[in-house]
């Protein structure tokens, strides 16, 4: 099988180069020495390994200071496949993405509501064997299936605990998956997929310590930390969206009040702003707010000024207590970014007791949770292997 083709990865020095081409796009084997310290012969034994296992192409792109061109190494970015499933509330979506986030293919299927344990893992199945029959160039160099899923997952034995959008409860989503495709199966919670997606694809590998929060019709958030996603000791860690920001308010979608969610989804700004502008029309949507504020409405311009120290006041809670180099905002809701940013940086200099973090509002689109989940598989073989 191919966790066996992998077993190679138990070197260090070999993940280690891997990673070096890469994160370097193109490489020497010469550079790949020095700026490792992985002794020349070494580094040439196992890059010569690398090769001969698909992972790894030469080139001839580099520059020549006299005599002929040195010859540079390449990740072989299609040398193998990862499938990706999104499993929403509404819908499941699948891709198969190479190893750097090509797309090659894609399947969506629609779940409908009261759906069964047993329907779901045959709709999760459809989609996979979609995928898997839709190309003979994928035959035995699909690296396995990563799947998102909202609510609580127990990612060791890979089982979806509880959705509250489903109501589906001990879903066995791994073992089931495993036994049918014969394919290592990971499953995560779809924020710390998302998460994830947004480290692989977008350019965020220099942040050790890294963020994601997504604000829509809820808030979800994850947390990297030297390239694995943190779950902390009962699988809350970074939860960010059911920070208690508050003695009293609405009531959360987690059954508490007070809760960071309640305050910055979309849901909350029009629930604001009607409260607080007396002519606000009946049927407001949260774009509408946003509409309003572009032509320059005063009023819905503080609704979203507002909302975004709302925002900046989970932020600091959540810089103070996992501290990252760096937070990626997403969602629905960061499309009013212009009213919101300005806001959040005001009361993260404030009030934040170090003022460097980044922030930065997510340029990726729709398609980062289920790319997500595919570099559940990606980031098993790229890192998981060094300890
Ligand atoms: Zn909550």
Partial sequence: MLRGTFEYMKSVNKTTILNKIRLSGSISRADIARETGITPPTVSSLVKELIRENLVIESRLGQSIGGRKPTLLQLKEDGYYVIGLDAGSKTIKGIVSDLVGNIYDRVEVDIYPNITKEEFLTCL???????????????GRILGIGVAMHGIIDVKTG????????????????????????????????????????????????????AVINIGRGVGSGLIEDNKLIHGAHGV???????????????????????????????????????????????????????????????????????????????????????????????????????????????????????????????????????????????????????
């Avoid at 029959?133 to 994928?138: A, D, E, M, S, V």
């Avoid at 979806?160 to 073992?175: A, D, E, M, W």
């Avoid at 103070?320 to 760096?326: C, F, L």
């Fill in 159 to 210: 089982t979806s605990l509880s959705s509250v959008n489903s109501g589906l409860l001990n879903v066995p989503i791994k073992q089931t998956l495993e036994k049918k495709f014969d394919l290592p199966v990971l499953v995560e919670n779809n924020s710390r997929a998302m998460t994830l997606g947004e480290y692989w694809f977008g350019n965020e590998s220099a942040a050790n310590r890294f």
């Fill in 237 to 387: 860690a970074g939860e960010i969206g059911h920070a208690s920001i508050s003695l009293e308010g609405e009531r959360c979608s987690c059954g508490n009040i007070g809760c960071l969610e309640t305050f910055v989804t979309g849901e909350a700004i029009v629930r604001r702003a009607k409260r607080s502008i007396p002519d606000a029309p009946e049927n407001l949507t949260a774009e509408g707010v946003y509409r309003l504020a572009k032509q320059g409405k005063r009023e819905y311009i503080q609704a979203l000024e507002e909302t975004g120290r709302l925002i900046g006041v989970g932020i600091v809670n959540f810089i103070h207590t996992a501290n990252p180099n760096k937070i990626v905002l997403s969602g629905g809701v960061m499309k009013s970014k212009e009213f919101l940013l300005p806001s959040i940086q005001q009361i993260i200099s404030e009030r934040a007791l170090i003022d460097e973090t980044i922030i930065e509002v997510s340029k990726l689109g729709d398609d980062i949770t289920v790319l997500g989940a595919a570099a559940l598989l990606l980031n098993d073989l790229f890192y998981c292997y060094i300890v």
């Fill in 125 to 139: 199945s459809v989609v996979a064997e979609q995928l898997l029959g839709g190309n003979k160039q994928y035959t």
